[in-house]
């Protein structure tokens, strides 16, 4: 009996072996494969077994692709700026810069345990003025090509990290950070005009190898619409206002109208009577959060007193203010046809509003309308010169038809808002702008960046609007590089995302002090070919980063659009009852007394093991012992058999064929969990087949190792050395299937007789269905009676007769 498999032994030694012998090595010859994890935030709680799932998934890939002859590019580094690092640093009392390095030194031991083949000479650190520096040049490009600008307006305000926040950080009402509900505020702002590439980045989608709900996330978001602006003139004023509409075909079926609170007219339309109220509600709707008041389910409003004119039938309409109408979308003013909209009907029944009918099935109008006539089409009623046209066709031709008689213009509107640029907070990128009294904003020079961040001892949020480098007097006061007048430095900083938006690019270049990557590189490494991490940076940083991506190749940085080729979302591991891992819900399960107990490989695939990797699983420690109990049974397979120099017979080679090609179309479908279940299952037949010919023969045995390497790497190596490798296993070629040896000489049938299995046959392989047939017959003659009505054969599975 071979010696038991020592893991901590084993691994201690492959690890140093590896150090000194790196198994992924880019000798400029071998095609480049990109893997890429989202890079970590560096919190304080460390890593748990949930986060070394994508690591492990990553690596795996990693493995396989070095294995099929690839160089693969495979880095790992921080995103260390932004709320979640300043927030843990100040619940721990100490300056963000030395809580961050203490966590990332904490984590990459972590990582390491994991013996993911990262190239750690390719690390970035968003937090490194090396790497920012092209953050802010970045910026300032933007700036110079009009898509960073400055603004001011109502924004979402979380009043206990004190900041502003853009739209996708906001989740059901709350800040994404910390759970607070998001306030609003009125602040000066630096917006990024995302919408300028709103169609391209709904468009490209469809070139993308990515999850189909990711893609419909961002759809979803970007929201692109077709419709039409119409001009309701205000009744006894000279102001006109205007709304978007996708269905101007309703338009005779305008009752009243609802301005957004923050409407630039919702105020001013107030009269005596209403202006105390008016302005009760626009105070009221700046404490909701733009989410809160969507989904609020009881609808609210204030009506101004004021009414504006249909301008297709001069009938005077209702104006009212309501929260449900949001300022940032559309034109903040919508028509309301309460006969075929939802919730224009609800707010109608509530406020007693009138409800005209214009479309109708069939032409026959619903004498009480108990609820709104959504369908998609109908015909056209009290609607003038459109009745009885057909309303999905009018409602294609409306906008033309508003067009021309000058009451409004055919347009496209879009859900998607710019991107609040701006955080009021101390640990994050300088924004290299200079406020100048003359000559207005002015970028830092290029050749000045990086803009360092000044080093301080306080810096907690003020919550007053300003950032803590407001107070900074000696960073703040500068000159104008252009007129060399005093001026201001722009005391924001930058969100989280700004440095994770386009850190894959600088993995390639890492070290390159002139460029952000240069051309050569990045024409040789990118764009990312697997991209591996959570969902739930569908909408945030996956659109943030495409946007980027097509803004750098638009200026010549790189000659590629789109920055993921393919994206793979792994699903979370859970503490009991499905709930997320946290040190505060007493649930988090750490790695290390894993690695220590059952060793690296049993740990990793055990991750692998729970379930399909892109669903959510719930963590048990005791299943590890299983796939411990694997590695150990062939450990023992191999070293039984590695010296006995086994003669293959045709079930080894057969077995071994099926081996690669269950495996490999399980990898490459992703199915990892079966992956390692067929692993299990075939080495239970290669140890039956052993007890049978005494021995495994050598070229199996290696197959097996082979495939297993990616997966266990320490005793893949191992094995491989014990079967006589002398260079890694990972410079072995990934093995390919003969389909031809792997199909059975022999083969089982079952023989039915009116469907109930009554024998079973033994055929050759490739047996016609006569002689299948027959043979069956004659296995079951005395079961037979009656008349045979049926002969039945399925190929390789089933001889069924039917009598009668």
Not at 41 to 67: A, K, T
Not at 130 to 140: P, R
Not at 433 to 442: A, D, E, F, M, R
Not at 505 to 521: A, C, M, Q, T
Request: hydrophobic share 35%; net charge negative.
């Amino acid at each position: 009996m071979a010696s038991s498999y020592n893991h901590s032994a084993i691994e201690k030694k492959w690890r140093e072996n590896w150090k000194k012998n790196p198994v992924n090595i880019n000798d400029g010859k071998k095609p480049k494969y990109y893997c890429l994890d989202m890079f970590p935030y560096p919190s304080g709680s460390g890593l748990h077994v949930g986060h070394w799932r994508g690591y492990v998934i990553s690596d795996v890939w990693s493995r396989y692709q070095i294995l099929k002859g690839h160089y693969v590019i495979h880095p790992m580094g921080w995103d260390a700026f932004g709320l979640p690092a300043e927030n843990y640093a100040i619940k721990m009392g100490v300056h963000p810069a030395k809580s961050t390095a203490e966590n990332v030194a904490n984590i990459k031991r972590q990582i390491n345990e994991i013996a993911a083949v990262y190239d750690w000479d390719m690390e970035v650190n968003t937090t490194d003025p090396g790497f920012y520096k092209w953050t802010q040049w970045i910026f300032v490009q933007m700036f110079k090509k009009g898509l960073a600008y400055e603004k001011e307006f109502p924004i979402n305000w979380c009043p206990s990290c004190k900041t502003g926040l853009a739209n996708e950080e906001v989740v059901n009402g709350c800040c994404e950070r910390c759970q607070t509900p998001v306030t609003k505020k009125n602040l000066r702002q630096w917006m990024l005009k995302i919408t300028a590439y709103a169609d391209r980045l709904l468009d490209d989608l469809d070139k993308l190898d990515w999850p189909e709900k990711v893609k419909k996330m961002q759809t979803e978001w970007i929201g692109k619409s077709y419709g039409a602006e119409v001009d309701f003139k205000v009744d006894g004023r000279e102001e006109a206002i205007k709304v978007y509409t996708t269905r101007p075909d309703t338009l005779y079926g305008a009752t009243f109208m609802v301005l957004a609170p923050e409407h630039e007219l919702a105020a001013g339309l107030a009269v005596s009577e209403t202006k105390e109220a008016v302005e009760k509600y626009i105070y009221e709707a700046s404490m909701k959060s733009n989410v809160d008041r969507l989904q609020d389910k009881e609808k609210t409003g204030v009506f101004t007193g004021s009414y504006a004119v249909n301008p297709l039938n001069g009938a005077k309409v209702p104006i009212w203010l309501s929260d449900y109408v949001l300022a940032d979308y559309g034109t903040g003013a919508i028509m309301c046809v309460p006969a075929h909209d939802d919730r224009d009907f609800e707010f109608a029944k509530k406020f007693d509003l009138p409800i005209i009918q214009v479309i109708a099935k069939d032409g026959v109008e619903i004498g009480h309308m108990t609820q709104a006539y959504t369908e998609a089409s109908g015909i056209m009623i009290n609607s003038g010169e459109w009745n009885g046209m057909e309303s999905s066709v009018l409602k294609k031709e409306a906008p033309v038809m508003i067009e021309e008689r000058g009451i409004g213009k055919k347009t496209v509107n879009y859900k998607l808002r710019d991107w609040v640029f701006s955080r009021q907070r101390y640990w994050g990128e300088p924004i290299p702008i200079i406020h100048c009294p003359h000559c207005g904003n002015v970028p830092v020079p290029e050749d000045q960046l990086p803009l360092t961040l000044p080093e301080v001892e306080s810096y907690q949020p003020t919550g007053t609007g300003e950032s803590p480098l407001a107070a900074i007097d000696e960073w703040v006061n500068t000159t104008c590089p252009v007129c060399g007048a005093p001026a201001r430095r722009e005391t924001n900083t930058m969100p989280q995302w700004a440095g994770s938006s386009w850190y894959f690019l600088r993995y390639v270049d890492s070290h390159n002090e002139k460029e952000l990557v240069s051309r050569e590189k990045a024409d040789k490494y990118l764009p990312v070919d697997m991209y591996i991490g959570g969902v739930e940076h569908a909408v945030l940083h996956l659109l943030y980063s495409r946007f980027y991506t097509k803004f750098l190749c638009d200026i010549g940085v790189i000659d590629f659009d789109e920055p993921f080729t393919k994206l793979f979302n792994q699903g979370m591991i859970t503490g009991k009852n499905g709930i997320k891992m946290s040190k505060s819900k007493g649930n988090v399960v750490s790695p290390d007394e894993l690695v220590r107990d059952y060793g690296c490989d049993s740990l990793r695939m055990y991750e692998l093991f729970v379930g399909p990797p892109e669903l959510d699983a719930e963590w048990d420690d005791r299943g590890i012992e299983g796939v411990s109990r694997f590695l150990n049974r062939f450990w023992n397979l191999v070293m039984d058999s590695k010296d006995k120099e086994t003669e293959p017979t045709r079930e080894m080679v057969r077995l071994r064929n099926k081996l690669i090609f269950d495996i490999e179309q399980r990898f490459n479908q992703f199915n990892l969990n079966t992956v390692i279940s067929g692993f299990m299952e075939y080495n239970n037949k290669f140890i039956e087949l052993a007890k049978k010919t005494g021995g495994i023969d050598r070229e199996t045995l290696r197959t097996f190792v082979i495939l297993l390497a990616p997966f266990a790497p320490h005793i893949g190596e191992e094995l491989w050395q014990q079967l006589g490798g002398s260079d890694t296993v990972f410079h072995a070629q990934w093995p390919v299937c003969d389909e031809e040896a792997m199909k059975e000489d022999e083969i089982s049938v079952a023989v039915q007789v009116n469907g109930k299995t009554k024998a079973v046959v033994t055929l050759p392989a490739g047996t016609a269905k006569e002689e299948a047939i027959e043979a069956g017959k004659a296995l079951v003659t005395d079961k037979l009676t009656g008349t045979i009505v049926k002969e039945i054969y399925v190929p390789g599975r089933i001889i069924n007769i039917v009598c009668k």
